[in-house]
């Protein structure tokens, strides 16, 4: 498939995935995927080219196809980049780069060399892995040319689902609360930047306590002295449902780390069992971050 048509797809499909999660067009790129857990279109396409390459290498030997494939793959192996041989663009050819890019190729000519192929399952394991490691690491570079995006790096550190997601499947009805916290880890929500017309509103200092502390996550939610009474009644239900170690543990952390380790859902998958103690957060930070805009628009006014 053309370089072109490939962007086009991952176009399309990161305007899909910010849909999906309610992030608005202009919401950065590299937040579109990873909190669903989705791979790129190129990974998926990497993937199945590796796959066809093995279910082929698992021919019998006297197969045509597996002949001519292995036969290939030697070729482009033992050749540099720049010669003929491996200007080629064949299916093998596309095949072979594929391998390169997430490094299974010496594996692949090792295979056809001594003649042992691993196992369907166990090829799909190392190119899966190989694939995550990749996603991760282009993740994390691209993140990088974002500031705003520090708080959503130190919340997503994988490609996968974030469990906030997983308690929306259980309960649908706190899909706009979820995704209003989402806008508020990558930095879109209207704390710092809202629209007053066709003017952007950026505040960068909390007026609301008038001590200088910049307006972040952090300081709504923990911090903010002329949030504090609204706090104490939520923050009670929090741990009124929260196991107590893990209660405890959270006291122990700064406000900047209890910040990240709700928002990114405890640091682990979603658990049912803590059901009650995502409602109870969820309606901690989607509150205070109601209250906080509520006086902000007040003392405005
Ligand atoms: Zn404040």
């Known amino acids: ?129 190989n ?45 706009p609360k979820c995704r209003t916290m989402l806008r508020l880890v990558v930095g879109e929500s209207s704390l710092n930047r809202s629209l007053d017309g066709n003017e952007v509103v950026v505040r960068p200092i909390c007026e609301l306590c008038g001590v200088g502390s910049p307006l972040t996550p952090h300081h709504v939610l923990f911090n903010c002295d002329m949030l504090r009474e609204i706090r104490t009644p939520l923050l009670y239900n929090v741990a009124n449902s929260a196991p107590s170690a893990l209660w405890e543990c959270m006291e122990s952390m700064s406000s900047v780390n209890k910040t990240e380790f709700i928002l990114s859902g405890f640091r682990c998958k979603y658990m049912h069992e803590w059901y009650e103690l995502y409602q109870q957060v969820l309606n901690f930070v989607v509150s205070m971050l109601n209250c906080s805009l509520l006086k902000l628009r007040n003392l405005v006014n």
């Open 1 to 129: 498939m053309p370089n072109k048509c490939i962007e086009k797809l991952e176009c399309t499909q990161r305007q899909m995935a910010k849909k999906i999660q309610g992030l608005p067009r202009q919401a950065a790129n590299p937040t579109a995927l990873t909190t669903l857990g989705w791979w790129s279109i190129r990974s998926v396409l990497l993937q199945q080219k590796l796959m066809l390459l093995w279910q082929i290498l698992l021919l019998p030997m006297e197969n045509i196809y597996k002949c001519i494939v292995m036969k290939r793959l030697i070729e482009y192996h033992h050749s540099d980049q720049s010669s003929m041989i491996y200007a080629a663009s064949g299916p093998v050819a596309l095949m072979y780069e594929a391998a390169k890019t997430i490094n299974v190729h010496t594996t692949v000519v090792r295979s056809i060399r001594d003649g042992v192929y691993m196992h369907k399952a166990q090829w799909k394991a190392l190119v899966k892995n």
């Open 131 to 175: 694939i995550q490691i990749r996603e991760n690491s282009l993740f994390l570079a691209s993140c990088l040319l974002y500031p705003r995006l520090n708080l959503y790096r130190s919340i997503c550190i994988d490609i996968c689902m974030w469990p906030w997601w997983g308690y929306c499947l259980m309960n649908p009805r706190d899909t």
